[in-house]
């Protein structure tokens, strides 16, 4: 078995070719550690925080088993905030990788205390599985994907956890039907899944195809993403089935196309999104896309429920691309109400970027990649952010790190930026009833005094220092979530909404 990763391997080639930029005073970089090969490579997700306050991910080649050679098989990690790597999980650990092999997507940290995610590539037919994996390493294949003209092939997109327990996520082709654009799914903590929907079901693929990120469920409880192809424009370079949509679909599985990108010449308002959404405190929608714009290089961009999108910033417009290009990722909203998220190309040096962007539409580069010798702090941030409850960035580079692994590109790195931003306390779910139960992630619990939801107390157990559950109060309403601690008081940095 063996992954076409050489288009990968080209864009890194492009790379090493271009000049420094020391990140501001007010940042503070840190490569937390860097991958080897046997180990994990190549990571290409988002990382998740897991009760115990360490980080989980996948890399998407490397670990020990060399079934898939020349690049192994991938693996799931966990980090330290120190620093310290350890592998959960190698891929290809069973006959004919049964198990999975090419974990990209990244995991979702479970109410039930697993984490859950899906692998690209093996299980039963070899074109993918979802997995549940827990915090010590024991693997568990829920679901090896069929194909055409069943349940879809290929998953690529990080799962979500919705409000009703459930996993949603998507495939990048395959479907029922003949169409075979690429599915959304649903699938039950035990594994029983469900096609939602097909894309290119209709005439030219209008409604999207080949999506490539996950969901993100809104406020309204539907499931808002994007594909990276279709739609009902065709611009150049868009494999003649449109440049990508922003879609809406129920849990029932409706369908709305919201927006198909390449409806401005030359593509101005971005073509291609390879990521998905999230939504923001004033309830729009914000992402990017990795192509189009101005200089065809991706752009940042808002669109409200009803569809109606604002190009925020198009990449490249600063000399030698000094702001960044081709954004891969999505966006994550900090608890300061601005965006950050990652270039994989662009910046001093040509290696990628993380910036900050207003919901207005003013960036600022944090941080570009390679400013040491061998590039040893990463290069090509594939994935994106995540705002840690300490209140810092985390993050991967696709290569760098060590120049001894995989031909000297290096293997990829795991860092972290602090950009001077308090710590908070997170949910592992941001939704439940009245006397319902909410995880409640953070860090200093022990010995804390008081939980409110939105101002009416609640009772609380601590389950670690960095974990506590509560129960939702009569009378709690949508709002944030405040902790005590003998450190003083958290905030969430979200609002906690309060399900009828």
């Not at 956890?161 to 599915?183: C, I, K, M, W």
Request: charged share 10%; hydrophobic share 35%.
């Amino acid at each position: 078995m063996t992954k076409l990763n050489g288009w990968k391997m080209a864009v890194v080639i492009c790379l090493l070719c271009a000049a420094t930029v020391i990140a501001s005073h007010a940042q503070i970089f840190t490569k937390m550690a860097s991958f080897e090969g046997t180990n994990g490579a190549s990571p290409e997700a988002s990382l998740v925080q897991g009760l115990d306050g360490n980080f989980y991910g996948t890399t998407d080649v490397g670990g020990e088993f060399t079934t898939c050679a020349p690049n192994r098989c991938g693996t799931v990690f966990e980090i330290t905030p120190s620093g310290a790597l350890i592998t959960l999980y190698s891929f290809c650990a069973q006959v004919d990788c049964i198990d999975g092999a090419y974990s990209s997507a990244g995991l979702v940290q479970a109410v039930d205390g697993d984490f859950y995610g899906v692998a690209e590539y093996g299980g039963v037919d070899g074109i993918g599985t979802v997995f549940k994996i827990t915090r010590e390493g024991a693997l568990t294949t829920l679901h090896s994907f069929a194909g055409y003209p069943t349940d879809g092939q290929y998953p690529v997109g990080v799962l979500i956890q919705a409000a009703d327990g459930n996993f949603y996520g998507t495939t990048n082709v395959g479907g029922l039907g003949p169409s075979a654009g690429g599915t959304v799914f649903k699938i039950t903590p035990g594994g029983t899944l469900t096609v939602l929907y097909t894309f290119c079901s209709q005439t030219n693929c209008t409604d999207g195809v080949y999506p490539v990120a996950g969901l993100t469920q809104a406020t309204d409880t539907n499931f808002y993403g994007t594909t990276s192809n279709g739609g009902a424009n065709v611009g150049s370079g868009c494999l003649g089935v449109g440049c990508g949509t922003i879609f809406r679909i129920t849990s029932g599985g409706t369908l709305t196309t919201l927006y198909s990108f390449c409806a401005k010449t030359s593509c101005a308002d971005g073509a291609a999104p390879y990521a998905g959404l999230i939504q923001a405190r004033d309830g729009n929608f914000y992402g990017t896309t990795s192509s189009g714009g101005t200089n065809r290089l991706g752009t940042v961009f808002k669109i409200t429920p009803a569809g109606a999108l604002t190009t925020l910033h198009s990449f490249c417009i600063q000399p030698a691309c000094d702001d960044g290009a081709t954004p891969y990722a999505g966006l994550v909203q900090a608890t300061d109400g601005n965006l950050y998220g990652t270039t994989l190309e662009g910046g001093a040096k040509g290696y990628g970027t993380v910036f900050k962007i207003t919901p207005s539409g003013t960036l600022t580069t944090l941080y570009s990649f390679c400013p040491q010798t061998g590039c040893t702090d990463g290069v090509q941030p594939w994935g994106g952010l995540l705002q840690g409850t300490d209140g810092n960035f985390y993050g991967t580079t696709y290569h760098g790190g060590h120049v001894i692994c995989s031909g000297g590109y290096g293997c990829g790195t795991v860092f972290s930026l602090s950009v001077g931003l308090r710590p908070f306390v997170a949910f592992v779910q941001a939704a439940a009833r009245v006397g319902q139960t909410a995880e409640i992630l953070g860090q200093g619990f022990t010995g804390a005094t008081s939980v409110s939801f939105n101002g009416i107390p609640a009772t609380f157990t601590v389950r670690r220092d960095t974990f506590l559950v509560a129960t939702v109060p009569a009378g709690a309403t949508t709002g944030y979530v405040t902790v005590t601690t003998p450190s003083g008081t958290l905030t969430s940095n979200v609002q906690f909404h309060v399900l009828p």
